[in-house]
Structures are given as C-alpha cells and as structure tokens.
C-alpha cells in the first residue's frame, strides 16, 4: 500500500453505518425522552420535526460535502476554504478532544454494571447490612439501593467538588478497558473501524426492539405510553420548547465536531452524500422516537410499582394503626378505608398525618430525570423488579456500551483524522499514533474517577461543548454560504454527484440555518447571564440525596476557561495566519526589491 | 378444705398474672402476624389451637435458653388479641410469680426465631416482634467479586485481539519488505537480460518487463 494515497472505506455501506453509529447514541435514549416529557409528550415532535428540516439535514448534508470534496480532516478542510478559517477546524479538534477525555467514563460506568449483572442477586436490587446485622446500611436505608449504588459502590462520591478523593480503582480499571477497547477499534484507522461498525450501528436496535417487546407487556407500561402520548399543546407556546428542540437536533446528530467531516474524507469522490445524509438524519430522529416509546413504556412500569408499593405501605399502615383484619383492608379500597377512618378516629388519625405518604399515580409519572441519573438509576430501579432482571440488565446496559462506543469511533477519528494531515505526525504508522491518542486521552481521563471526578465529569458534559459548538457551526455555515461562496459550493457539489444542490438546501444554508444558530447562541447566552452562579448536583451521605450546590471560585474559573479555550482557536488562527502573510508578504517584497536593483 | 384453698390461690395467681399483661406492659412484647399476606391462599385461620402453638413454642425457646428453668405453657400470659392478628405477651417465671426481664425474653426470642418462625411457617417480615430487631443474613463474600471476573475475561479478549493485530501488521510489513527486494533483483537480471537481448539479438518483440514492475516501486 502506498504511503500517501488516502485510507478508503471498503463500501459506501460501512460509511452509512459508521455516521448512524456515531450519530445514534446516548443522547437519543437519556435526552430525547426526557425532553419529550418535559415538553408536552406527543406534542414535542412537531417543532422537533419542524427543526430536523430546517437545521438538522441541511448542516448534516453540508458537512459531508465539505469532508468528500477537501478530502482532509476537519484542520485541512477549513484551511482550504480560507486559511484564516484553520481556527475552526482546531476548534473542532479541541472540542472533540474534550468530549473524548469524558465519554469514556460512560462507557466506564457501561462495563461496571455490565459486568456485576453476572451476579444471582443483582447487587442494586437490595441494601446491603450493616456491620451488626440488625438492619441496612443508613445512607441506603434514607435514599434507594439504586441510588447508593450508583452514588457510593460505583462513584463512592464525595460531598463536593473541593473534596478530592483518590482514584477509585475499579472505576479506573472500567476506564481502562474502555480505552483499550477504543483503541482496538480504530488502531487501523477506517479499516478496522469500518469492520467494527456493522455490529455497533445494528445491535442496539436489536436490544431496542427486544425492550421494546418487553416494555409493553410490562405491567403498568400503558400508563406511561399514554403520558407519553397525550400531547400538552400549551407548552409549544413556550419559547423554551423550540430551542430545545433545536438543540436537541443539533447535538444529537454530532454537528460541529468534525467527526462527520473526517468520516467523509474517507469517501470516494463520487460518493451520493446527498442521499445518505437524509438517511442517517432520518434514522438518527426514528431511533430517537422508537428509544422513548421503550422509555416511557418502562418509566409506566417504574411509576406503577412505586404507586402500588405506597398504597400497600399505606395498607399496611392502617392494618397496624387500628388492628384491623387482614383481608378488610385491599389496595383497591385504600383510599374509601382513609376516608373511613378519618371520620371515626380523627384524633388517632391525626397522629398517622406524618407517617402517611400521598400515593399519586400522576406524580410518580411526572418525575423526569435525563443523563446518568436516567441510565444508570431510574433504568436500573426499573429492570430490578422485572422478572429475569439478570438476562435484562446484561441486554440494556450491553446496548448502552454499543451506543457510547459507536459515537466514540466518531470522536476518536475527528482527532486523529485532522492530525494525521500534518506532515509530522502522517511519518509515524497509524496504529503508533492512535496509540498515542488513546494513551494521553486515557491518562487525562484518570482524573474523571477520583472521588469528585463525577462533578468534574458534570462540569465537561455542560459546559464543554454546547457553547463552541454553536460557535462553530455559525461560523461553518456563515463560512460555506458567504466566504467560500454558494456558487462554487454549488459547483463542486455538481461536480461530485452530477447535479446541483435543490434551491431548497441553498435558502437553507445561506438564511434559515445561520438564523436559527444565532438564536439559539443569543438564547444560551442570555440564559447563562441571567442564571447567576452555576450550580450543581452534589450527593449528601446524611439526607440521602443530592442537594443543588454553587461551584466554587476555582470551578466557575475552569468553567470559563473550558468555554474560551476552544473558542479562542478561531480568532487566534486567524491573527497568526494573518502576521505570516504579512512577514512573507514582506520577505517577498525584500527579494523583489534586490534583483530589481541588482539589475 | 385443702382443696378449696389450692383452687383459690391458683385462681388469684392466673388473675395476678393476667393482671402483669396488659398492653404496653413494660415486660412485654407486642406480636404481629400476616398470614393472609405471607401464605395466600394457603393461609390458616388464627384460632385458640394456634395461639396454643404459640405459646408452646415460645415455651420452647425459653426452656432451650435458659437451660433448668422449665417453663411450661402456663408461664406465657397471652393479653389483648385483635382481629388483626396481633397480641401482647409477657413471660412469668416457673419458679416463682415474677416476670422474667425483657432483655432476657429478648434473647431467647433471637436465638430460636428461625424455629417459631417455622413453626407458622412464617418469615421475620410476617411473623413481626416489635422491638426485636431481625438477624439479618450475612452478607456473602466471594473471595473474588464476581465482577473482576467478567472483567479479566473481556480485557484479556481485547487485549489479545490487539496483540494479533499487532503482530499481524509487523508480519505483514516484513513479507512487504522481502517481496520488495525480490523485486528489485528480479528487476536488475530483466534490466540486464533485456541488455543482452537488445545487443544480441532483435531489437523488436522484446518483453520489456522493467516499465511494468515501475508501479510498484514508485513512490509517492
């Protein structure tokens, strides 16, 4: 093989699998569902709809033409649309940098609970004893076993971010698998990781499909299909709803990263791009829909057998209080037995008042949680009470591993790809430099698994991509349709499929897409002004749950450093490219001068 | 006369004994059986034959305890039944008409639950002392967590695919390197033979192989 010719996928298949790989991934199972609940259920679809149409494919579609027409990683491509425009592309780079160094420890968190699903009692299912055996642990006993699960056997958290901690070595020995894994997927570049993806983008379907049976022969998944689906028309009044639903669309088909640029360098030039970003665009909003069908059907069910718990707690209540006979008193006649007794006792009822819980079937519903707390504790409350919950949890959280794999694939190539352009580093094999990527990534993300590493893990996951993101995407399009000009993008669209793009995708590129960016950009701005100090989750051992907590100075520090850091690279590209043109400029002008007066 | 007398002072004492047990009595403990919720449709009627069960094998537990105290079924005072299945119980010493100390009942209850329990077919969820905490099982401790070893498992695949990778590439790069200088030898004998030919015999219908063997060492 020569040294120089451009690695190439093995068919234009493996690069369709790869983009719906990378594009399906956490995001459609624990944040669409999630949004879709906060929004009014049904009714979400529409602007969610509405915005893949005006925003969605039109920057999928522009991306892919970029990487298959410049061939080269997401550095190179811009350079060669403007060479001030080198910053974007290293912005890119530093985004997906970050988002490398915290997606794996999802992936970490994946293999944890994959792996102690092998057991005969599922160690979430029950609270451990405590030393004297007479009861359970307390900090079980005040929040659930999922919680202290996830919050002390997996993270063993501490209070708060200032609170360091040492690295917790079964999270680091997890981490370290995830990258090894990582590494072996793409140690060759697009040949292994074409090979890889045909299982990565198809399996989770599988899985879903078997959640999908599964979920809706559970008892009580009804209730939580129908919440779903009863659309709320009120809430598409709210501005909120719409950004989010572009947000949604923004993130979760992976724009701005450069992953789909590099992807599309692989391409043959001839490649019809234009077919298979609808494809992917179109996959990508269907898996999201068909992940909340499976999420509502189980939260139904979780809602459900909480409900039924606290009325047969409530039962039992009264059953103790007033010695009443066992059979008197059923879960369907609870509430006529409280009235009852209200009336006859209201003294010794008066006294019940603190102990008696308000079992409220809408209530249970209402509660919406999205990100970590939706995958690895709602979902695993959920799965422990499912009959065979052994052979359902190693299934789910199989599917979550394929999923964050699959995008990582995505993340690891945008880094790789643009780097490997450079002279410098295209002398080294592929498999050394990829190991060099993996190795320095995997040592950084060491820090994510210390005691306080899940709040550094919150401050990444918020504040390290949204905003650049944006940022990127406004100056790419704004880029494409002013800089580079709609014209000559035209044209080498024609020249790589043959014909011209619809006016429909021009009028998207050149007005509604920048348009709904800068909205979105002034939107996020504006609520980060007015938000005050950024605060978050911080779990509290003795209350048994998390209590919202302000980031302290150093925090809010990193916060802005994190934001500004991968912004920075466009304009600062732009100056240095600008002094060396100048000081060649000058160089030249120097020469010219001499022979003319050497003449 | 004698008789009389005897009646009377083991009726007094039933009564002074039923007088210790009262709800809430300071020696006492409250018990509280599920059966319907525990056994379904399998479940017994309460009756007096079961509280008379009851009674005998608390009896029980308390003659396994304390060993040489014999108690009898007398000795535990059973007071304010409900329909709900729960009562009061105090435990009076044989040997004298004092109330055996809670602490001490507490302890002979703990040691023999697992026996009343099946003596009702019950578990501490259902058979409930309150007050007496349950011995909860002891936790399980395998001497290597489960988790390590599908762990070990996966790493080692992975960690073996790659070496095969690895080696696969070295061994690959190596047969390149042998075939490249084959080539380059076979290229000078046609470069030479081709000489020859061109000198010795015609000039045309030679098969020059050097331009074709050209491909593949250019490099790019």
Known sequence: MEKGARPNWDNPMQFLLACVSYAVGLGNVWRFPYLCQMHGGGGFLIPYLLMLVLEGVPLFYMELAIGQKMRLGSIGAWTAISPYLGGVGLASVVT??????????????????????????????????????????????KATPTQYFFYRETLDISPSIEENGGIQTNQALCLVLAWVMSYLFVVRGVKSTGK???????????????????????HGAVNGIKYMFTPKMEELAKPTTWINAATQIFFSLGLGFGSLIAFASYNQYNNNF?????????????????????TFAIYGFKATFNYEGCLERTRLLLLNTFSLAEDSVTMANVFE???????????????????????????ELDTAVEGTGLAFIVYSEAIKNMPLSQLWSVL?????????????????????????????????????????????????????????????????????????????????VISVSYIYGI?????????????????????MWAVVSPLLIIAIFIFYIVNYIMGGTPTYQAWNKELGKTVVTEYPIFGQVFIGLLMVSSISCVPLTALYVYCRKRKHGHQRRQRTVSTVSAQ | MLEKVLFLLCLSSSVLAQQFCTPGAS??????????????DEAYAWNENEMFLFRATLAFAMRSQYNGKEFQVSDIIVCDETPRVSFWFVVKSPTSSQLV???????????????????FLLTDTYLEFIGIPPTLAAPVNPGTPPWLIVFGVVMGAVVAGIIVLAVSTVVQKKRKKNQEAEDEENEEETRVKTVENVTYENTCGVYNKSFSDDERLTRM
């Open chain 1, 96 to 141: 997906s940098l970050y988002l490398c160094l915290y997606y794996n420890i999802i992936n970490a968190w994946s293999f944890w609970y994959l792996f102690n699903s092998f057991q005969s009692v599922l160690p979430w299912a029950e609270c451990p004893v405590n030393s004297n055996r007479t009861g359970f642990i307390e900090e079980c006993e």
């Open chain 1, 196 to 218: 890889v993806v045909y299982f990565t983008a198809t399996f989770p379907y599988v899985v879903l499909f078997i959640y999908l049976i599964r979920g809706v022969t559970l």
């Open chain 1, 274 to 294: 234009e077919h298979q970003a609808i494809i992917v665009s179109l996959i990508n909003s269907g898996t999201s829909i068909f992940a909340s069908i499976v």
């Open chain 1, 337 to 363: 037995w409280i009235e009852k007794l209200n009336t006859t006792y209201p003294q010794q009822f008066a006294e019940l008042a603190d102990k008696l819980e308000t079992c409220d079937l809408e209530v």
């Open chain 1, 396 to 476: 789910y959280f199989f599917m979550l591993l394929l999923l964050g794999m699959g995008s990582m694939l995505g993340n690891i190539t945008a880094i790789i790809t643009p780097l490997q352009d450079f002279k410098m580093f295209s002398r080294m094999s592929t498999e050394l430099f990829n190991g060099i990527v993996c190795l320095f990534c995997l040592l950084f993300a060491l820090a994510f698994t210390t005691k306080a590493g899940n709040y550094w893990f919150t401050i990444f996951n918020d504040y390290g991509a949204t905003f650049s993101l944006l940022f990127i995407a406004l100056i790419e």
């Open chain 1, 487 to 507: 014209k000559r993008f035209e044209k080498d669209i024609e020249d790589m499929l043959g014909h011209r793009p619809h006016w429909y995708w021009k009028i």
């Open chain 2, 27 to 40: 020696e006492g403990y409250k018990v509280r059986l599920s059966i319907k919720s525990a056994l379904g």
């Open chain 2, 101 to 119: 100390d809670k602490e001490d009942v507490e302890r002979a209850v703990r040691q023999y639950r697992n026996r009343i329990n099946g003596a």
